[in-house]
């Protein structure tokens, strides 16, 4: 019995081996790809950061709409695209005497070491919150120029997106609501905030106070472990189908529906909804 647990320990271990083998053989593979195609191909040759930089953003949007589609075909060919990405990246850095492939790869490998104590050394952590904790505290100790809380968050990320990062970052340091019942409360005071600045009608105040329901409802998102993104994406999603669906429904049915009254479309509308899973 042991001898046969013995032989299947070894073939274990020798196709570990082999897969990492295969997957450092692929990885350098497309190193190589990214190197020729630098030195021969003319639209490859003139690249920069800065011409790469919109490219690289409409991929990682490309890999989002993958994710919450659950396109897991979408999601590994994506993925490649942005592997590509960085290693091309890291091709132009080597280029300008920056840094190395391997000076990121060394970098993030020290950074996650670094910033996961409770794994690499003899910090103590509950859940996940301890663990974010850690982090925030670790990346500021760091420095980097990131000298307070709030410095990390990039300006160029979307609006929606930055005021989740900045709720979770104060969180970190206790600026944070005992419960979902609290941030409900503060919701419905922006709400009724809004509503006096809409009946005085004060363009810029409605807009000062429709960021400040936008923002108390990420906050509430938050609560319910809700992605504020995902959920306004999904929301998106089904409008769009929906509102096509009422497109076909008019033309099959040879209707016009910009001379519709908006009675008439809301029962298309409700009709389309009956017919959704």
Request: hydrophobic residues 40%; aromatic residues 8%; proline residues 2%.
């Amino acid at each position: 019995m042991e001898g046969i647990f013995f032989a299947i320990l070894c073939a274990s271990e020798f196709i570990i081996i082999m897969s990492q083998e295969n997957l450092t053989k692929s990885f350098l593979a497309l190193v190589e790809i990214m190197d020729t195609l630098r030195e021969k191909c003319p639209w490859d040759k003139k690249q920069t950061i800065h011409s790469l930089r919109s490219n690289t953003i409409e991929e990682l949007y490309e890999l989002v709409d993958a994710i919450v589609e659950e396109d897991w075909d979408g999601i590994k060919e994506e993925l490649g695209d942005i592997l590509l990405h960085v290693l091309f990246y890291a091709k132009i850095g080597t280029e300008q005497g920056k840094f190395t492939l391997q000076d990121s790869i060394e970098a993030i490998s020290k950074k996650l070491i670094h910033r996961h104590p409770h794994i690499y050394g003899d910090v103590k952590v509950e859940n996940d919150d301890d663990v974010k904790r850690n982090w925030e505290q670790l990346k500021l100790q760091e420095g980097k120029g990131n000298k307070t809380i709030l410095s990390g968050v990039p300006n160029s990320l979307p609006a929606m997106v930055k005021a989740l990062r900045i709720q979770e970052k104060v969180k970190h340091v206790g600026f944070e609501w005992e419960n979902k019942e609290q941030v409900w409360e503060k919701v419905e005071e922006e709400i009724a905030e809004m509503k006096v600045e809409i009946d005085a009608k004060n363009q810029l105040k409605m807009e000062q106070e429709f960021g400040d329901v936008l923002f108390s409802m990420i906050n509430y998102a938050r609560f319910l472990n809700i992605d504020p993104e995902t959920a306004l994406e999904k929301t998106n999603k089904k409008f769009k189908q929906r509102f096509e669906l009422m497109e076909k429904f008019a033309k099959d049915n040879g209707l016009d529906l910009a001379k519709m009254s908006l009675m008439e479309k809301d029962n298309i509308w409700k009709q389309m909804k009956e017919k959704e899973v």
